[in-house]
């Protein structure tokens, strides 16, 4: 599958984030992982203003995605990420969904949905709480 609106020059930033947000929203997390292509370390294309403003949302898509779709290296993405999100409440809070979606804790995931709730976050509640159910939660 093709990315929504991917563009190669563009790497990192608002436009593969958003592209991966509605793959993830349309359970195309494979689509989501192609658009995440841009190593969350990689200090040339996150030293920007314009693409630091993005980097922990993109690091907790980047991380959700390669949980979701069985990446070999899905827990040093999840871990690497909750670094790069640490200081942005909900993306941190994607991070640690995705810890728990990775290691099939489905009563942790359907706490993450009150945590959403909480921070007033009804799409990111709606849509924990169906990965929840995917876990038998």
Known sequence: ???LTYDPARLAG???TF???VALDRDQPDVAF???RADID???LWCHEWTQRWRAWYAALWAGAAVL???PDAASRVERAARAARQNPIA???VARAADVLHGRGKAVRAHARAFARLGCGYQERRTQRLARR???
Do not use: N, V
Request: glycine content about 8%.
């Open 1 to 3: 599958p093709r990315p």
């Open 19 to 21: 592209d991966a947000l």
């Open 92 to 94: 941190a809070a994607i």
């Open 69 to 71: 779709t069985g990446q």
């Open 14 to 16: 608002w436009l593969p």
């Open 34 to 36: 192609a658009c995440l």
């Open 135 to 137: 876990l038998g939660a």
């Open 42 to 44: 990689y200090r040339a």
